[in-house]
Nanobody
């Protein structure tokens, strides 16, 4: 069964860190790009970060650049989003999605058009 499952969300204080995981099954992560998106209550979903297959080139939205790091462990078929210096405005449901080897990571990435999409994990940043 082809699926993408996020985990690692939770409650964290401002300035804290969390690492989200995106475990894929039914396909080989090495051949896929992974993109992370988030959706805060009452707001549209936005692209946060992306890592391509092959070269592993990355994209970060301006709001998270320098604080978040995306990575892949192909041996574990798992991608990660390390989130540091978290702010209350980072509160959202975070989603990961996978797409094929030619997927181009950019600000134009669109969650609904990607091949495989997870159901999300909630991150709350609050004191």
């Amino acid at each position: 069964q082809l699926q993408v499952v996020e985990s690692g969300g939770g409650l964290v204080q401002p300035g804290g860190s969390l690492r989200l995981s995106c475990a894929v099954s039914g396909f080989t992560l090495e051949n896929y790009a992974i993109a992370w998106f988030r959706q805060a209550p009452g707001k549209e979903r936005e692209g946060v970060s992306c890592i391509s297959s092959g070269s592993g080139s990355t994209y970060y939205s301006p709001s998270v650049k320098g604080r978040f790091t995306v990575s892949k462990d192909n041996a574990k078929n798992t991608a990660y989003l390390q989130m540091n210096s978290l702010k209350p405005e980072d509160t959202a449901t975070y989603y990961c999605a996978a797409d094929g080897p030619y997927y181009y990571c950019s600000q134009y990435n669109d969650f609904v058009t990607m091949d495989y999409r997870g159901k999300g994990t909630l991150v709350t940043v609050s004191s």
